[in-house]
């Protein structure tokens, strides 16, 4: 057998060693203080106002790419007409849809859209879910005052979940439904109250007397994979309107993905009147929740309240009725909501114990948007917040829109704020 030459094989090591040598590591991605909505989406008008953008309902970082965010919308535009729980939706055709936004220095590149449908293939819209299936009282019509009708299938959707098998999970403020969805945005199972979900599993009935438009804003699965966490906005309407406005204990509940059993525990807010934008997983059993209420900085009224808390499940009480009755567990023969904080106590609840980790007020520059929605983690101590911009408009009266303007005299639009905490936060 032939050798080959000793210098030839050295000159091959040397070249290998070269080759080896000019393969450089991705550079690690530079965050910047904030970044935004590059070329917001323009989804239509109404009386000559351009309805546009409408991403930051919910944030997800791509668990592939650091670089990538999933940012998701709501169930679209709407205006109230004058007629009492009924609403004009310009964009009849319209649903939810999760944006793949990529960072590039400090804008955010859209580079495609997921819209969300059903099993059978069919577009999920933003209109109201008929009765005993979701039904908040509203009514949709369209330009022109077309009864629109309504979708067993649509969705309001607000918490949104990027799962490691590339599937998302989706939870909304009509049923509340929790819907998985496949990588492609088609249903695999709708979970509710009513029990829609594969095998009958359904969440806890109570939840069903959520209040209109305040429903499941906040889903996270934890680091595990194996359980589903979602966050009521506000007080369930629970044994009425009345008494639950009057509330500031919000539920949260715990869904196994495998079983399909739940768990719930109660989370206070700082005062009667605040709601729960986010919620999202640390670990098992910790979690940060973001607080707010519904005023711009500089406002009038300004905003009191823009907080991100940590907090944690490990001894606080589960609120679950195990008869699974409509307005769920009695405590002395009283219903959650009904109860204040001191009455609590009393009844042995203990509510999650919370701790600061941010409060948006503060920092520099403050927060100028009056709905931080989205949350999102990247290492250790850096959070990623979210807007939820409205498309860019809010009601100019009945019938008609004007543009959502900020205090600082700029159109409201998508931005991610990115924050470096002092603290390590897990």
Same mark, same amino acid.
């Given at each position: 057998?032939?050798?080959?030459?000793?210098? @030839?094989? /050295?000159?091959? #090591?040397?070249?290998?060693?070269?080759?080896?040598?000019?393969?450089?590591?991705?550079?690690? %991605?530079?965050?910047?203080?904030?970044?935004?909505?590059?070329?917001?989406?323009?989804?239509?008008?109404?009386?000559? /106002?351009?309805?546009?953008?409408?991403?930051?309902?919910?944030?997800?970082?791509?668990?592939?790419?650091?670089? *990538?965010?999933?940012? #998701?919308?709501?169930?679209?535009?709407?205006?109230?007409?004058?007629?009492?729980?009924?609403?004009?939706?310009? =964009?009849?055709?319209?649903?939810? @849809?999760?944006?793949?936004?990529?960072?590039?220095?400090?804008?955010?590149?859209? +580079?495609?859209? %997921?819209?969300?449908?059903?099993?059978?293939?069919?577009?999920?819209?933003?209109?109201?879910?008929?009765?005993?299936?979701?039904?908040?009282?509203?009514?949709?019509?369209?330009?022109?005052?077309?009864? !629109?009708?309504?979708?067993?299938? $649509?969705?309001?959707?607000?918490?949104?979940?990027?799962?490691?098998?590339?599937?998302?999970?989706?939870? &909304?403020?009509?049923?509340?439904? *929790?819907?998985?969805?496949?990588?492609?945005?088609?249903?695999?199972?709708? %979970?509710?109250?009513?029990?829609?979900?594969?095998?009958?599993?359904? !969440?806890?009935? @109570?939840?069903?007397?959520?209040?209109?438009?305040?429903?499941?804003?906040?889903?996270? *699965?934890?680091?595990?994979?194996?359980?589903?966490?979602?966050?009521?906005?506000?007080?369930?309407?629970?044994?009425?309107?009345?008494?639950?406005?009057?509330?500031?204990? +919000?539920?949260?509940?715990?869904?196994?993905?495998?079983?399909?059993?739940?768990?719930?525990?109660?989370?206070?807010? &700082?005062?009667?009147?605040?709601?729960?934008?986010? *919620? +999202?997983?640390?670990?098992?059993?910790?979690? !940060?929740? !973001?607080?707010?209420?519904?005023?711009?900085?500089? $406002?009038?009224?300004?905003?009191?309240?823009?907080?991100?808390?940590?907090?944690?499940?490990?001894?606080?009480?589960?609120?679950?009725?195990?008869?699974?009755?409509?307005?769920?567990?009695?405590?002395?023969?009283?219903?959650?909501?009904?109860?204040?904080?001191?009455?609590?106590?009393?009844?042995?609840?203990?509510?999650?114990?919370?701790?600061?980790?941010?409060?948006?007020?503060?920092?520099?520059?403050?927060?100028?948007?009056?709905?931080?929605?989205?949350?999102?983690?990247?290492?250790?101590?850096?959070?990623?917040?979210?807007?939820?911009?409205?498309?860019?408009? @809010?009601?100019?009266? /009945?019938?008609?829109?004007?543009?959502?303007?900020?205090?600082?005299?700029?159109?409201?639009? =998508?931005?991610?704020?990115?924050?470096?905490?002092?603290?390590?936060?897990?």
């Amino acid at each position: 057998m032939r050798s080959t030459p000793r210098l @030839v094989v /050295v000159v091959l #090591m040397v070249l290998a060693t070269a080759c080896t040598d000019d393969v450089s590591s991705p550079a690690p %991605i530079v965050y910047p203080e904030r970044a935004a909505d590059g070329a917001p989406t323009t989804w239509g008008t109404l009386g000559g /106002v351009g309805i546009t953008g409408g991403y930051g309902s919910a944030l997800a970082t791509d668990p592939r790419d650091p670089s *990538i965010f999933y940012v #998701m919308t709501d169930r679209g535009p709407n205006v109230t007409t004058g007629v009492s729980n009924q609403l004009l939706f310009p =964009l009849p055709t319209f649903g939810p @849809v999760i944006g793949r936004f990529q960072l590039v220095g400090d804008s955010l590149r859209r +580079l495609s859209t %997921i819209e969300m449908r059903t099993a059978t293939g069919a577009r999920i819209s933003g209109l109201p879910n008929p009765v005993g299936a979701g039904a908040t009282g509203e009514t949709a019509v369209g330009v022109g005052g077309t009864p !629109l009708g309504t979708d067993p299938d $649509g969705l309001d959707a607000e918490g949104l979940v990027v799962a490691t098998d590339g599937t998302f999970w989706v939870s &909304d403020e009509y049923g509340p439904h *929790i819907v998985h969805l496949d990588a492609t945005g088609r249903t695999i199972e709708r %979970i509710n109250p009513f029990g829609n979900g594969a095998g009958g599993r359904r !969440l806890p009935r @109570v939840l069903a007397l959520r209040r209109p438009n305040r429903g499941m804003e906040g889903l996270t *699965i934890t680091p595990d994979g194996r359980t589903l966490v979602g966050m009521m906005q506000s007080p369930l309407d629970n044994p009425s309107a009345a008494i639950g406005r009057q509330s500031n204990a +919000l539920r949260i509940v715990t869904f196994d993905i495998a079983s399909g059993a739940t768990r719930q525990y109660v989370y206070e807010t &700082d005062a009667v009147g605040l709601l729960s934008s986010e *919620i +999202l997983a640390l670990s098992s059993t910790s979690f !940060l929740v !973001l607080e707010r209420d519904g005023n711009f900085q500089g $406002g009038s009224p300004t905003s009191t309240s823009k907080r991100v808390y940590r907090i944690d499940v490990t001894g606080a009480t589960d609120v679950s009725d195990p008869s699974d009755a409509p307005g769920g567990r009695l405590f002395g023969g009283r219903v959650l909501e009904a109860l204040t904080a001191a009455e609590r106590r009393a009844a042995g609840i203990v509510a999650t114990p919370k701790s600061l980790v941010v409060d948006l007020l503060t920092l520099p520059g403050g927060y100028p948007h009056d709905k931080a929605e989205g949350l999102a983690v990247i290492g250790n101590s850096r959070l990623v917040v979210s807007n939820d911009d409205d498309f860019g408009v @809010v009601e100019g009266g /009945v019938n008609s829109f004007i543009n959502k303007m900020l205090p600082n005299g700029q159109r409201d639009r =998508l931005f991610l704020r990115f924050i470096t905490t002092a603290t390590p936060f897990r």
